[in-house]
């Protein structure tokens, strides 16, 4: 997992949100009070929570062409129960989709989505490849074909397997 800026605009709370579960350590920010307040949860709200968190992180996945690490809600599906609507700002015009209900976790996601589709940076938020890391990370690359969270980690840590591979 690498110390990168956080990815831009609301898709901060997503990478915040699928970075909760540290695979590396076993550790899930989620199980504790702090990490739950961090995302106005209470513990009721846990297993919608993580289900959420597991379907972004294998739709970040996706982003980064792999497979999904375990079967999952389809975040599609989940986000249908978050409507938004179309709000116009009367000083200037501009036009955004938002959740009907901004409270929820689930519609400030569905929120967040939205204002990424428009923006074109949903497919930039990605998940590391690395089966013993699954960060979520903003890929800053030019060309937008980053593969792992960090190059001088998990990147240089798939090298060297494939370098050993080759010598056995």
Not at 8 to 27: H, K, Q
Not at 38 to 50: N, V
């Amino acid at each position: 997992m690498s110390e990168k800026p956080p990815a831009p605009g609301g898709l901060a709370l997503i990478e915040s949100l699928v970075n909760t579960l540290d695979v590396e350590r076993g550790t899930d920010r989620l199980g504790t009070p702090e990490g739950r307040a961090a995302f106005g949860l209470t513990e009721k709200d846990l297993p919608a929570a993580r289900e959420l968190r597991e379907s972004l992180r294998a739709a970040l996945l996706a982003h980064a062409g792999h497979p999904a690490h375990r079967e999952v809600t389809p975040l599609g599906d989940l986000l249908a129960r978050a409507p938004l609507h179309v709000t116009v700002d009367e000083h200037d015009g501009s036009a955004a989709l938002a959740p009907a209900d901004g409270r929820s976790l689930l519609s400030r996601v569905a929120g967040a989505v939205a204002e990424a589709l428009v923006a074109g940076t949903w497919t930039r938020l990605k998940a590391c490849e690395a089966a013993d890391c699954l960060w979520a990370y903003y890929d800053r690359s030019p060309a937008g074909r980053g593969r792992w969270c960090s190059m001088q980690v998990c990147g240089a840590r798939a090298k060297m397997r494939r370098y050993r591979a080759k010598g056995t």
